[in-house]
Structures are given as C-alpha cells and as structure tokens.
C-alpha cells in the first residue's frame, strides 16, 4: 500500500517545513501541496483507491474553500473511506473550532501549529 500525506494550507513556508519533517519520519511518504480546499478534494478524488492509504492534515482558514466547506464536502460526497484520515491543524486557539471538529466523526484529531517531528511521527504512523 502506497502513503500519500496530502498537506492543506495556504502557507507555502508551513507546507515546506511539514514536507521535510515528513521525509525525515517516513523518506517513501508521497507528498501532495494543496493551497486550498477546492484543490485538496481534486487531489484526494484522484488519490483514493483501495492500494492508498491517505493521510490529510487540513488547515481551517484558507482561501477559495476553507477546511470547514472542505470537511462538508467530504462528508455530503462520502469521500472518506477506511484508508484516509483527516487531521486538523490550525493556529486558531478558539475552543470552539475544537468542539466543531469533534462533530466529524472521521477526523482523528485537532492539532495546534506549529507541529513537532514527534507529532508528525504521531500522525504517520497513527500511533
């Protein structure tokens, strides 16, 4: 089974520090960039298939579609399947982002930035 790490967020430097640190935990990891939620559900519909194991960390505020419209989309068009699991990383320290996130009952778990090598490991291996 193939791992894709499909990093959502409008900041480029952001993405580029994750795509390095995800290297470093896993070098095989295959690394897709997605400024926006719109590009990110065009990633994932090509990405998804049984020889996949998808991880996403999905940022909240991005232009064109934010990481809540994206959440709606995957859950209306029934996107997630066993093989994907979401993450969401913010900078928002608003509570109630973490109480709306629990309302997805596919999301694995709500991240503060900046992430550590050790949380990147965390969500690679799922452990």
């Excluded at 990405?47 to 994206?70: A, F, K, Q, T």
């Amino acid at each position: 089974m193939n791992k894709h790490l499909i990093l959502i967020d409008d900041d480029p430097i952001y993405r580029f520090i994750i795509e390095k640190m995800a290297y470093i935990v896993y070098p095989a990891i295959n690394i897709h960039h997605c400024e926006n939620g719109l590009k990110g559900i065009e990633c994932i519909k090509s990405l998804v298939d049984i020889e996949n194991e998808i991880i996403i960390l999905l940022d909240i505020n991005m232009p064109v579609l934010d990481g809540w419209g994206m959440l709606e989309e995957l859950k209306s068009n029934n996107i997630i399947d066993k093989n994907v699991s979401v993450f969401l990383v913010s900078s928002s320290t608003d509570e109630e982002d973490i109480i709306r996130s629990k309302s997805y009952d596919f999301i694995k778990n709500f991240f503060h930035k900046p992430l550590s090598i050790e949380v990147i490991q965390s969500i690679i291996f799922q452990d």
